[in-house]
């Protein structure tokens, strides 16, 4: 017989509900990570009246959160389930933001130079039209309203695709916004603490993934935690903190370089640009940031890989920016992106090991806001999201990428539907 994952969720939820009619205690969760996910997933976990903790190894977003590129990518996600749950979670963002700042509307501009890259460009907006995303094409001279800091001659293109609704993130800002958000509702929130085992049933699950049956907590800084619900939120780490339990996620670790500018003395950039070599937007003061898939490919997890890269991405960014032709970037950095098999995130319980309730994803700034409570909803009332039936940790990735901003970034074949 073959159990359903979701029956330790809704068996949990349960005795959650008849605690509260009894009185009892609140249940108790354990959220591992403190970047993006794991603040949107405490916070409304705390919003639920769950007693929440979050263990964290470095502090807030310090680690893949506070180097990544942070932009809607909406536009880019495929198929169509999974472009609407972008597009519901970046409606969030703007439903969540109070005064604190983490969203920033930008027009975002892509062009493409090749045959190939200009048709690929052109079917992807006629396919986001059909589907009620709003783009358009505009010529080239518009370049200079839109970016004036850009080199018009960069653009070698006949045309160009602008989604005037789009926005790019700072990611630190918004975990910490919702981190704050949790704590005021009750939230521990420990930095510097790694995870190092697991509280099991029958025994510690450690690195080996020894240990017995349900998960009940946590063994960190030489202290145990223990809990309710154990959420796996660790991103790039995620894998360990999973094996503990004896669970293999279908996940790999893809490094990528992020640049960052000193402030443009032609004032701020104005638009996400989206080009043949390197991405651009705009960063806090005046500053632009900038990712290149092309270096990337180059790249291995190690930090060292940074500073020859780093002139790499130096030479993509000067190409479209001419006050970069004579300078440096100002910031680098590695960041390793948590990249599910199929490209798609996971999200849920664990058949194997009852207690335990992972949410990794790649381009988790732009989903954080809906996995963060779809997650909270399922591990605070048992209640069953179907929106995440196709998401589930235990599900086989076997199958050809399907998510286009992976493609996009590895450049492997996007599946199609139908």
């Known amino acids: 017989m073959t159990r359903d994952p979701r029956s330790g969720a809704a068996e949990s939820g349960a005795a959650v509900s008849g605690a509260r009619a009894c009185g009892a205690r609140a249940p108790r969760a354990l959220v591992i990570g403190a970047g993006v996910i794991g603040a949107a997933t405490a916070h409304r976990l705390a919003?639920?009246?769950v007693s929440v903790t979050v263990l964290d190894a470095a502090g807030p977003a310090q680690r893949t959160s506070s180097a990544t590129f942070s932009i809607d990518v909406t536009h880019l996600k495929t198929p169509y389930s999974y472009f609407e749950l972008n597009r519901r979670s970046s409606v969030l963002h703007r439903e969540l933001e109070g005064h604190e700042a983490w969203r920033h509307p930008a027009p975002l501009v892509q062009w493409g130079h090749t045959d190939a890259e200009r048709r690929t460009i052109r079917e992807?907006?006629?396919?986001?039209?059909?589907w009620g995303h709003a783009c358009r094409t505009a010529d080239p001279a518009e370049l200079r309203t839109l970016a004036p800091a850009a080199d018009p001659a960069s653009c070698r293109a006949d045309e160009l695709?602008?989604?005037?609704d789009a926005a790019w993130y700072d990611a630190p800002?918004?975990?910490?916004a919702l981190l704050d958000r949790a704590a005021v509702l009750g939230a521990e929130i420990r930095y510097d603490t790694p995870v190092t085992g697991l509280l099991?049933?029958?025994?510690?699950?450690g690195a080996s993934g020894a240990g017995g049956g349900r998960v009940l907590g946590v063994v960190a800084r030489g202290r145990t935690w223990e809990a309710d619900h154990v959420v796996n939120c660790a991103g790039p780490d995620a894998g360990r903190i999973a094996a503990m339990a004896g669970v293999e996620l279908p996940l790999r670790q893809i490094p990528g370089l992020v640049g960052e500018s000193v402030p443009l003395p032609e004032g701020p950039l104005g638009a996400i640009l989206a080009t043949p070599g390197v991405d651009l937007r705009p960063a806090p003061g005046g500053r632009v940031c900038a990712i290149s898939w092309a270096v990337d490919g180059l790249l291995d997890p190690s930090a060292e890989t940074a500073v020859p890269a780093g002139a790499d991405l130096l030479a993509h960014c000067a190409e479209v920016l001419p006050a970069l032709r004579t300078g440096s970037l100002a910031g680098l950095r590695v960041g390793v992106r948590p990249v599910p098999e199929d490209g798609l995130p996971l999200v849920g319980p664990h058949p194997e090991a009852p207690?335990?309730?992972?949410?990794?994803?790649?381009s988790g700034v732009t989903l954080a806001p809906l996995l963060g409570l779809l997650a909270a909803r399922e591990i605070s009332s048992g209640v069953v999201a179907g929106e995440l039936e196709p998401y589930r940790p235990d599900r086989d990735t076997s199958r050809p990428?399907?998510?286009e901003s992976l493609a996009v970034m590895s450049g492997y074949r996007v599946e199609t539907e139908g």
């Open 47 to 49: 919003e639920a009246g």
């Open 200 to 205: 099991r049933e029958g025994g510690e699950g």
């Open 161 to 164: 695709v602008v989604h005037d």
């Open 355 to 362: 207690g335990l309730y992972t949410v990794v994803t790649h």
């Open 124 to 130: 992807r907006a006629e396919r986001l039209a059909g």
């Open 401 to 403: 990428v399907r998510d």
């Open 173 to 176: 800002a918004l975990a910490r």
